[in-house]
């Protein structure tokens, strides 16, 4: 039905997706480092993005779908784990190294693929990719166990980040495939849904406070008109907006599971960049047992791949055309966090 055209669209969107994802973490890493904000920076984020759908759509370069209150309220349980999502990755990225946070995202998909057969009814994994995954939660337990870096703070956000994360790409992935809304509109909804919850956060968290007092102080520690703290804002902000589009469309074309998996991969490029930049990383021991984790990521890539084309029952993407593409080619032509 698509061939190879479909293949090409979908190869392209996850190469996409994985180059943002892999890039991200360092890049955000680095601007929470310069600007220690974080619910600002991510409130700042989603602002871009929201502004990056209307500008493109006015200009009619993309089509989004009209913000309507009656699909928001739909969609705000989605949208409100999205940013709890958002919100202890960004804590935890403050408070621990790149790498910590690369390990605890490499365990989600043994968690989601659990969660996409008690939930969403998707077929069992096989033996093989039962293992490879059982090969990502055993590195992560040695990087843990062997973490010199180790403090509550971090591993608290780590765990929450965690929980959130793997409920986020359960659930929205439900919402994408129900809902009905084109990929621009899916970014459109999530980011100013988001953005209308920043406040909430950053009252309850306090961190307001922290931002007038910096302000009126004149301070220009950490602020944002200082050079490397904009740059470095102004980074995150476009692949924020880059990672939102093609986060939601290789929602649209894969399945949960191998969605997650391709942000596991994708993290050696992130662990070679976080090395070679700075020295915010694990010990040698400890990036051993990350790069487990990441060849589990490879191997369960490799195991799905050898029985996707064999059998639809064994894919669980095909759940999603069962389901009834509402957008038809639409979808497959833009077809996402995370």
Same mark, same amino acid.
């Given at each position: 039905?698509?061939?190879?055209?479909?293949?090409?669209?979908?190869?392209?969107?996850?190469?996409?997706?994985?180059?943002?994802?892999?890039?991200?973490?360092?890049?955000?890493?680095?601007?929470?480092?310069?600007?220690?904000?974080?619910?600002?920076?991510?409130?700042?984020?989603y602002l871009t993005s929201v502004l990056g759908v209307r500008v493109l759509g006015k200009l009619g370069f993309v089509n989004h779908d009209?913000?309507?209150?009656?699909?928001?309220?739909?969609?705000?349980?989605?949208?409100?784990?999205?940013?709890?999502?958002?919100?202890?990755?960004?804590?935890?990225?403050?408070?621990?190294?790149?790498?910590?946070?690369?390990?605890?995202?490499?365990?989600?998909?043994?968690?989601?693929?659990?969660?996409?057969?008690?939930?969403?009814?998707?077929?069992?994994?096989?033996?093989?990719?039962?293992?490879?995954?059982?090969?990502?939660? @055993?590195? +992560? =337990? #040695?990087?843990?166990?062997?973490?010199? $870096?180790?403090?509550? /703070?971090?591993?608290?956000? *780590?765990?929450?980040?965690?929980?959130?994360?793997?409920?986020?790409?359960?659930?929205?992935?439900?919402?994408?495939?129900?809902?009905?809304?084109?990929?621009?509109?899916?970014?459109?909804?999530?980011?100013?849904?988001?953005?209308?919850?920043?406040?909430?956060?950053?009252?309850?968290?306090?961190?307001?406070?922290?931002? @007038?007092? +910096? =302000? #009126?102080?004149?301070?220009?520690?950490? $602020?944002?008109?200082? /050079?490397?703290?904009?740059? *470095?804002?102004?980074?995150?902000?476009?692949?924020?907006?880059?990672?939102?589009?093609?986060?939601?469309?290789?929602?649209?074309?894969?399945?949960?599971?191998?969605?997650?998996?391709?942000?596991?991969?994708?993290?050696?490029?992130?662990?070679?960049?976080?090395?070679?930049?700075?020295?915010?990383?694990?010990?040698?021991?400890?990036?051993?047992?990350?790069?487990?984790?990441?060849?589990? $990521?490879?191997?369960?890539?490799?195991?799905?791949?050898?029985?996707?084309?064999?059998?639809?029952?064994?894919?669980?993407?095909?759940?999603?055309?069962?389901?009834?593409?509402?957008?038809?080619?639409?979808?497959?032509?833009?077809?996402?966090?995370?």
């Amino acid at each position: 039905m698509g061939g190879p055209k479909q293949h090409y669209a979908t190869s392209s969107l996850v190469i996409g997706y994985a180059l943002c994802s892999s890039l991200l973490a360092v890049i955000n890493k680095f601007a929470i480092t310069n600007f220690n904000y974080p619910g600002l920076l991510t409130a700042l984020q989603y602002l871009t993005s929201v502004l990056g759908v209307r500008v493109l759509g006015k200009l009619g370069f993309v089509n989004h779908d009209p913000f309507v209150w009656k699909i928001a309220n739909k969609f705000l349980p989605a949208a409100f784990i999205f940013y709890l999502a958002i919100f202890t990755n960004t804590n935890l990225l403050r408070h621990a190294n790149v790498d910590t946070f690369i390990v605890f995202r490499s365990l989600t998909p043994l968690l989601v693929a659990l969660a996409d057969i008690s939930f969403r009814r998707q077929p069992v994994p096989s033996k093989l990719t039962f293992v490879s995954l059982l090969i990502i939660l @055993f590195g +992560a =337990v #040695g990087y843990v166990a062997t973490d010199s $870096g180790f403090n509550l /703070t971090a591993y608290s956000w *780590a765990f929450a980040y965690l929980i959130t994360i793997t409920t986020e790409m359960v659930y929205v992935k439900h919402m994408v495939t129900n809902l009905g809304l084109n990929t621009w509109g899916f970014v459109y909804y999530n980011n100013l849904l988001s953005l209308m919850m920043a406040p909430l956060f950053c009252g309850v968290t306090g961190e307001y406070s922290g931002v @007038f007092a +910096a =302000v #009126g102080s004149g301070s220009d520690r950490g $602020g944002l008109f200082e /050079t490397v703290a904009f740059s *470095a804002v102004l980074l995150s902000c476009v692949f924020g907006f880059l990672i939102s589009f093609f986060g939601f469309a290789c929602r649209k074309a894969i399945s949960a599971t191998a969605f997650t998996v391709t942000g596991v991969v994708n993290k050696f490029l992130t662990v070679g960049v976080n090395v070679l930049i700075w020295d915010k990383h694990a010990s040698p021991f400890g990036l051993f047992c990350l790069l487990v984790t990441i060849a589990g $990521g490879v191997l369960y890539q490799q195991s799905v791949t050898g029985v996707s084309g064999r059998s639809s029952q064994r894919d669980p993407a095909a759940s999603y055309k069962l389901m009834g593409n509402k957008d038809g080619a639409d979808d497959h032509s833009e077809t996402d966090q995370e």
